[in-house]
């Protein structure tokens, strides 16, 4: 595993409507475009939307969230924060979040975190 990029997720459960905080650090010294924030809800089609990024509100509605270098400038740390409005039909369902390093177009880094959402 690198350590080039890594995610962590704040809540390790959250239900319908809570937010999640998380965080992207990157430590690659080397050439990159964007990184990407995704996210998959087991057994769903439903997603995470994105309300806060570096502590500043957006909307996003989508899975995945694509931040490109020039936007972060000089930042190493992404802080964002998400929330759905899911509910899972058993008592939870796991939710993978990737961050990905992209290189023209490529994959070069990434890293998962794991989460769950919760019938209240």
């Known amino acids: 595993m690198s350590d080039e990029v890594k995610i962590s997720l704040q809540e390790q459960e959250v239900a319908a409507g ?61 802080e964002f924060v998400s929330s759905t409005n899911y509910v899972p039909a058993s008592e939870s369902s796991s939710v993978k979040f990737r961050v990905s390093l992209i290189q023209e177009h490529k994959e070069i880094f990434s890293d998962i975190a794991y989460t769950r959402v919760v019938k209240v």
């Open 18 to 78: 809570q937010e999640l905080h998380g965080t992207v650090t990157i430590n690659y010294a080397g050439r990159w475009d964007s990184v990407v924030i995704n996210s998959q809800i087991e057994n769903s089609s439903d997603v995470f939307s994105y309300s806060l990024l570096n502590g500043k509100k957006i909307k996003h509605p989508y899975a995945r969230l694509s931040i490109f270098r020039h936007e972060l400038k000089d930042k190493t740390v992404v």
